[in-house]
């Protein structure tokens, strides 16, 4: 999709508050700071819409961004982030759960973990959750830029194995510097997005 116009339509914590425009919504979780603003920023070529930081655990609210009028990009607030603490840990866990378990416009979540290093304990967690409720899964796995070409394929072996991914799980290695991935990133979401 060649994307022009980007909105920031809400920032949502609760049912309520989600945009009623009924677009199709795609989802994107991951760890604070893995890249999920960065991705985001990537698809909709700006450098600095969703906000990115190298502050971890600042975005606090599910972000609706109207892409097009034609689809909702939703960025998710991190999850592992240290010093938060266990009722802010609660409170993220039922938002985002009542999110994913019941909003009907939800076509797919995109899942992203640090291609360096393999997926941790929560990264693994968070697939079971989708997993649980049926929804369709991309992995992204980002920050590939910083892993040598030679070494590429085993990152991409690495969370497939762990995260224990299934045959309908797409995974794909990306590249918020050099876009790396992009437009696999892209056909997977313009597909779900028409389902
Ligand atoms: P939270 O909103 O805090 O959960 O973080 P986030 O997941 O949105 O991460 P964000 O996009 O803000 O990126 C975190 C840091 O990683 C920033 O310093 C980015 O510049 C950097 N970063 C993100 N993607 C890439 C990438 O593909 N390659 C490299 N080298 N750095 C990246
Ligand atoms: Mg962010």
Redesign the pocket.
């Known amino acids: 999709m060649q994307v022009h116009n980007v909105d920031l339509t809400i920032s949502a914590v609760s049912p309520s508050q989600y945009p009623s425009q009924g677009y199709p919504e795609i989802a994107f979780v ?1 760890r ?8 985001i920023n990537g698809l909709i070529n700006r450098k600095s819409y969703a906000r ?8 606090q609210t599910l972000n609706f961004y109207d892409i097009e009028s034609q689809l909702f990009f939703v ?1 998710v ?2 999850y592992g982030y240290a010093k938060v603490s266990q009722k802010e840990r609660d409170k993220w866990g039922r938002m985002i759960e009542t999110y994913l378990s019941s909003r009907e416009q939800l076509r797919g979540v995109v899942s ?1 973990v640090d291609a360096r290093h393999a997926p941790t304990k929560l990264d693994v967690q968070m697939i079971e959750l989708l997993h649980f409720y049926h929804l369709p899964v991309l992995v992204v796995g ?5 892993v040598k070409k030679s070494k590429r394929n085993q990152s991409f072996s690495v969370i497939k194995k762990t995260l224990q991914l299934q045959a309908d799980d797409e995974l794909v290695l ?4 050099d876009k790396t991935g992009k437009d696999q990133v892209w056909n997977w979401i313009e597909k779900k997005s028409k389902s």
């Open positions: 991951g604070s700071n893995v890249g999920k603003s960065s991705l990115t930081s190298s502050q971890p655990g600042k975005t960025d607030p991190g992203l980002t920050k590939i830029d910083k990306f590249s918020a510097l």
